[in-house]
């Protein structure tokens, strides 16, 4: 990737990079209060609906999905980017089940309902779990943002994570959740309208329509349905185990929230498709590689650069979101501390914590498939929340779809059980029959009982 990235375009990333987050300082919030750090309720006013769509698509859409989506554009063509896309079947299910929680049941967040119905252990277990995929997501979205200036291991690559961690983390701290969400409103914006500018040059000057986009792949289990299956099954207890998505259920009134997170299903599953395109143009010209990189290439330097800032905007958004929700589940619901200091120094924590994979050489996007297979578990948990169960339930559920992950891992899964072919076949039927034997012994303990 990084032999195409000269001098000059390097010099201009870096000026982005340093701009856009110097303006990101100084226009976010100063918090100085618990509710506007780790509520986003500023001046005593929640998020409107339009705010917290905006905050909740581009806290998904992050550098490793953009990559993703046109890569599979590049691999399966529209069939690609529409798989992938329905990973945001996720903001539906999990705004539907939000609302009933707080509506009919009354809870006030996602640990208060667990506490109250399976007890500590399970807090404590479930805790553990969103620890680790928002420590994931430091080191998977600043290693995507430091090939962009140098080769991996390089002075440049490492500088450029350290730089971007910092400046990301300075605003962060400065209004936590209320910075956060402010900043995805004007980063949301700022995407669209680079998006838009990608799409007109690719179809104004890249010679390709938009039927042979939309015509472009197969739609067979082998060439994109395997994932787009798995996708939407993961979406039943993926959202869950994200704390980014989760915290904005719970802040602004529930009208409101399952309003925002309809849409943002609706818009963030379209702005995948549509980042896909630059993919399925990759694949119509023949391109190789990593495809919106080789794109910028046959665009252009400022195509390139539109593109490398698109990037840069995505992770940062996620990052400041990641800062927050760790800040939150460490002040706020496991209630360690619960001053504004301890709220920025948790911040400080997991940005040192998240950014020594960097140096250890772990795989970038290896974490999104994985941890979804392995969180299968909190589908019963979450879709039967009203059902009352013993307390095993929980363990069971959680332990058989951490099993289920690790088979996927080491590829032990029996390949008789794997009914299709093709790539993310496995992942698929993994997710299927691990979904299937989770909601059984869900339920046992509870027929046992009777």
């Not at 400065?174 to 910075?179: A, I």
């Not at 794109?295 to 996620?318: E, H």
């Not at 993310?424 to 993994?430: F, H, K």
């Amino acid at each position: 990737m990084l032999e195409i990235l000269n001098v000059e375009i390097i010099y201009w990333q870096w000026w982005l990079l340093l701009v856009s987050s110097i303006v990101l300082f100084i226009l976010s919030p100063l918090a100085k209060t618990n509710s506007e750090f780790f509520k986003a309720s500023f001046h005593n006013k929640a998020p409107n609906a339009g705010m917290l769509t905006g905050s909740l698509i581009i806290s998904w859409i992050f550098a490793k999905s953009i990559t993703n989506a046109a890569n599979l554009g590049l691999e399966f063509g529209i069939v690609g980017g529409v798989a992938y896309a329905g990973y945001y079947l996720s903001f539906a299910i999990a705004g539907f089940v939000i609302y009933k929680m707080r509506v009919t049941g009354g809870f006030k967040s996602i640990h208060q309902f667990l506490i109250s119905k399976f007890g500590r252990g399970a807090v404590a277990m479930f805790s553990i779990l969103i620890s680790i995929r928002l420590f994931n997501e430091v080191w998977s979205n600043t290693m995507v943002i430091g090939t962009y200036f140098g080769d991996t291991g390089s002075s440049g690559y490492y500088w450029a994570i350290i730089v971007f961690t910092i400046l990301t983390l300075a605003y962060a701290l400065k209004g936590g959740l209320s910075s956060s969400i402010f900043t995805d409103v004007i980063q949301m914006g700022l995407f669209a309208v680079l998006l838009c500018v990608i799409l007109w040059k690719i179809f104004n000057v890249g010679e390709i329509s938009v039927k042979e986009v939309a015509t472009s792949g197969s739609w067979t289990m082998a060439t994109g349905l395997n994932l787009l299956f798995a996708a939407m099954i993961q979406s039943f207890s993926y959202p869950f185990h994200d704390p980014v998505l989760t915290d904005r259920g719970f802040i602004s009134k529930p009208k409101t929230t399952l309003k925002s997170f309809l849409l943002a299903s609706i818009f963030g599953g379209l702005c995948i498709v549509l980042f896909s395109f630059i993919g399925v143009f990759a694949e119509q010209q023949g391109m190789q590689g990593q495809a919106a990189v080789e794109v910028g290439k046959a665009f252009g330097v400022i195509i390139l650069l539109v593109i490398n800032f698109i990037m840069i905007t995505s992770a940062a958004s996620t990052l400041d979101s990641t800062f927050s929700s760790f800040s939150k589940l460490l002040s706020v619901d496991l209630k360690m501390g619960s001053n504004l200091n301890f709220g920025r120094i948790s911040m400080v924590i997991i940005a040192i914590l998240g950014t020594i994979p960097v140096f250890l050489d772990a795989e970038i996007l290896s974490a999104t498939t994985v941890s979804g297979t392995m969180v299968i578990g909190l589908t019963p948990i979450f879709i039967f929340w009203k059902l009352k169960v013993p307390k095993i339930s929980f363990y069971l559920s959680v332990c058989t779809g951490l099993l289920f992950g690790f088979l996927l891992v080491f590829s032990f899964f029996p390949k008789a059980l794997i009914l299709t072919s093709g790539p993310y076949a496995d992942l698929l039927w993994i997710n299927a029959w691990g979904i299937l034997c989770c909601i059984v012994l869900y339920l046992l303990p509870k027929w046992i009982t009777k």
